[in-house]
Every structure is written in C-alpha cells, then in structure tokens.
C-alpha cells in the first residue's frame, strides 16, 4: 500500500435552519416562496475562470450527495428510503436517528451536530455521472454561473429513473455534487470522464481533481418474492443456486418448476432498469456462480439490456439459453422500486438489499428467500468476514463491460492512488450469505473549501474503533464487524482492524479543500 501523510483540517462551526433549506427546494420547484424567507444561495464565481470550490449557503453547510440505493436505509433510514417518499433524504430528518448521516450530523461531524446532509437517490451509475461532470447539460439555458448538473432536480418520489443531464442531485447554489455513493465501483471509462472535466474549463468539477474512492460499508442482496400460495407461505423459500441462475435469466417462469408442490402460477422477475450497484453485485454472483448451458452472465451495473435504452452489453446471458425469456421481467429503478414493483404483483420475486427486504416483509405473503439455506440477514457476519485487506487495490478501476463475461482491473492514467477498489471477484460468492456487496463513497480530491475536515471524517467514520460510531444510542442501522456471529441489519462494517488505518489515511490525505 502506498505511503499518505495526514493532515490537520480545520474545523467551521456552523448552522443551517430547516426552513431555509425547505425554502431552497420549494423555490427549485418553482413553488412561491412566503414573505420573509429566501433560498439559500452561495457566493457567485466566475464558471469559466475558477476552480469549482464548495461554498456554504447562507450560515452552514449543507452537503449534496447522491448515488446508491442499496445503502439508503444505513445512511437515511427507512421512512425516507422506500418507494414513493420525497427524493432527496434530508438529515436529519425523518427517521434519521440512529442512521449513518444522521449520527454524523448529530454527534461524529467536526462541526458539532450543526451539518445538513440532502441524499438523491438515484442509483449508483448515476450518481458517478454527477460527480464526473458527465450529467452537465451543456446546452440548457441556465444561469450563469452554474451548468446545469447537481442543481438539476433529484427525481422524484424516490422509485422514479433518473434522467440524464434533466435529473441532478437538487443541489442549490452549486453546480457539482460533494459526494456520491456507488456499490458499482468506479470503471475506467467513468474515471476518464471525470479526469477530463475536472481540467475543462465550463464543467462542473472543474478544477475539483481527481477521485477518491473509500470503500465504507458491506450489505447483503436478498431475493425478496411475493406468493400467496399456503404451501409457500407456511414455509420459507429456499433456492437452490441453480434455481437462482435460472431465474435471474428467465429460464424458470412459473412456480411450480421450483417445487412440484407450488401452485402453477406465473414467475415475474424484478430487475433493476437503472444503473445499479446492486445489479453490478448480483451478477458479480451470478457470474462466478451460473454455470449451466448459456448462463453466461456479464458483471455489469446495467442488469437488463433489453429494457429500451439501455446499453447492449449488461449482465444478462446474450443470447438468452434455449427456453428462457425477458417477456415476465418487472424492471423497476432503484431498490426502493423493486420492492415496489414485487409487493404490487403477486407471483413477483427479485433482487434487492436485504435491509428493503427486511423492511417488507409482512408474515405473509411477502418475504426473503434463503440462498442454500443461507440468510441474508443473520448469516451476512461470515461473508463479511472474507472481506480482507488483501483484496484492497489501489488505482485499478473497472475496465469496460465485457458481453457475457467480466472486465479486467485496469490502471489509472494518470496514476489515482486515492481510488481504494476492493476486487469484486474477491467477494463473489462468499461463504456464509453468498451475495454481497462493497458499496463505496466517492468524492473529489479538491474543492471542499472550508468544509474538507468534515468530509474528511464522514470518509472514514465507519472504519474506526476510537471513537466507536456503531452500537446503541449511535448507528444503529449497520451490525458492528465481529460484534455477533448473528446479523440483524443487512449491513456490516468493514474489518476496522485491518482496512481502518488505510481508510482513515487516505481520506486525511485525498480529500482536500
């Protein structure tokens, strides 16, 4: 690992009032604003001459992130994480103690419980796209001195697709986003954009340097199924990993090739039609795991590229092996969506972090499958546990989707050693639960002005042992590694022992105003 040499950043103190940020969206909306209160708005600077540097609005900082779903219920919590609630999460806000954000705002933050953290759930391709500048609408009518990008809208309710260069991260007073988080870790190609902008003059993140990368938590990915059928419903799905492979491609179609004791009844699979980190992680399974005639599958954050628009290389088998079909495939945007999309049909099962399924479950109808009579709740410990330091890399990146395979790891041009990249094959089918996830932070090298040592912290929080961020009256949202050999959330932490020096090393030295 290479050497780092921490810094000291210093701290701000400062406030935000609720109602000035309620009064930035409103206005953003386009709503009237009442007498007397004003959207928070930044300092102007020069687009084209300056560096793109973080400015607080009005007396406080206020961050704007955006990204994953799979990790939205640890950071926001479930009232604002589950289909059809407003987008973006605010913290603190509802349901957000107990949260990752919401204890980092509270309590964990340098700047002593005064911060705003908004989160945009989008899913993580287009998170990265924010954060790379790619999603800069360079030829909309805006304002100067902003292009349209993070200050675009956060789609909503979340559960909605984004939609590139029209969506953002709903930022108010800056044009790029202060963080994004992504399960789907960087490619090559995304790091090319981003390296590129951040040196053109009239991008978002210009001036704002290169990526870091900080892997931050682990979560599982459950198989959530909704059947009304008693014989299903008195007991607890149980899938086979060739059952699983055959589902995930559309081979098995009706309930009763699972088990000649179900009910015949249409088999709809829920996928994922953004771009996803939690469908980078399933196929990163599937792909080492699948090994029957066709099931080819590729390791891709674009599940299903039969979906209109979609790219034509994804993590789907193409072609299809002989019998299957894509005709009872539910695609759906974000976890959130998922869900959503197999609570309203019965019959419904698919993929989505073991946290929303948890969240789902109803004693009945709906619940979370078994994987070899593994849980993906209880039993996330032992898989987390081989997630080791040996698999940690540094400036390697994803390389481009490979139809029906897996991209090799690739060096950065130019040299990024604060690109922290856990290897995904290292984690494809683990022991224990077999389908997980390493879901990262990204954030710029520059830019943070005053606000880098809060940033700073938030990177690194989740991997220390002094002071202790997990446990009761803290985050409650995320299982404590090797605190039990019994989860109860979906998520863990990282092995603080072994990756928290580096992560903490890092960040101190990678995130800079």
């Excluded at 400015?55 to 604002?80: D, E, K, M, R, W």
């Excluded at 390697?396 to 040299?415: I, K, M």
């Excluded at 039990?484 to 960040?507: D, E, R, W």
């Amino acid at each position: 690992m290479p050497t780092f040499f921490g810094r000291t950043g210093g701290k701000m103190l400062s406030l935000l009032a609720v109602a000035t940020l309620a009064a930035a969206a409103l206005a953003q909306a386009g709503t009237r604003l009442p007498a007397g209160i004003r959207p928070a708005t930044g300092p102007a600077r020069a687009h084209d001459g300056l560096r793109h540097v973080k400015h607080n609005a009005g007396p406080g900082p206020v961050y704007y992130a955006g990204g994953a779903t799979l990790p939205a219920i640890a950071y926001v919590g479930a009232t604002q994480a589950v289909a059809g609630q407003a987008n973006p999460a605010i913290v603190p806000g509802p349901g957000t103690n107990g949260t990752i954000f919401g204890y980092f705002a509270s309590t964990y933050s340098p700047n002593g419980g005064l911060d705003t953290l908004t989160y945009c759930q989008t899913g993580s391709g287009f998170g990265k796209t924010v954060m790379d500048a790619d999603n800069d609408n360079l030829g909309a009518s805006q304002p100067t001195p902003l292009p349209p990008n993070a200050n675009l809208p956060c789609p909503s309710p979340v559960g909605t697709k984004p939609t590139a260069m029209v969506n953002g991260f709903g930022a108010v007073g800056q044009d790029f986003g202060d963080f994004s988080g992504s399960d789907a870790p960087l490619a090559s190609t995304e790091f090319g954009d981003w390296n590129n902008n951040q040196g053109t003059q009239g991008r978002s993140n210009f001036g704002r340097g290169l990526p870091t990368q900080i892997p931050y938590i682990i979560g599982a990915v459950a198989i959530l199924y909704n059947n009304d059928d008693p014989a299903i419903e008195n007991s607890r799905l149980n899938l086979t990993a060739v059952q699983l492979c055959k589902i995930a491609d559309g081979e098995i179609t009706n309930w009763n090739q699972l088990n000649h004791n179900f009910a015949s009844k249409t088999l709809y699979f829920s996928d994922r039609s953004d771009k996803s980190g939690t469908s980078f992680s399933f196929s990163n399974h599937l792909n080492k795991t699948c090994k029957g005639a066709g099931e080819t599958y590729g390791v891709s954050q674009n599940y299903d590229e039969y979906v209109p628009g979609n790219p034509a290389i994804g993590a789907l088998p193409n072609p299809l092996p002989p019998g299957a079909t894509h005709q009872f495939f539910l695609p759906a945007s974000g976890n959130g969506g998922v869900v959503a999309a197999i609570e309203a049909q019965d019959g419904a099962i698919g993929y989505t972090e073991a946290a929303n399924a948890l969240n789902a479950v109803n004693g009945s109808n709906l619940n979370f499958s078994l994987i070899a009579g593994k849980d993906p709740i209880k039993n996330l410990p032992s898989a987390a546990s081989q997630v080791l330091l040996s698999s940690l890399l540094t400036s390697e990146a994803v390389g481009s989707d490979v139809a029906n395979g897996r991209a090799p790891l690739v060096q950065l041009s130019p040299t990024d050693n604060c690109v922290l990249l856990v290897s995904p094959i290292s984690y494809a089918s683990p022991k224990g639960y077999p389908i997980i996830a390493v879901t990262n932070l990204e954030f710029s090298q520059h830019g943070n002005g005053a606000n880098a040592a809060d940033l700073e912290t938030l990177a690194y929080m989740m991997s220390q042992k002094k002071p202790e961020a997990v446990g009761p009256g803290k985050i409650t949202t995320v299982d404590l590694f090797g605190k039990s050999s019994v989860g109860t959330t979906g998520y863990s932490t990282l092995n603080q022992t072994s990756f928290g020096p580096v992560i903490k090393q890092t960040a101190l030295t990678c995130i800079n105003s």
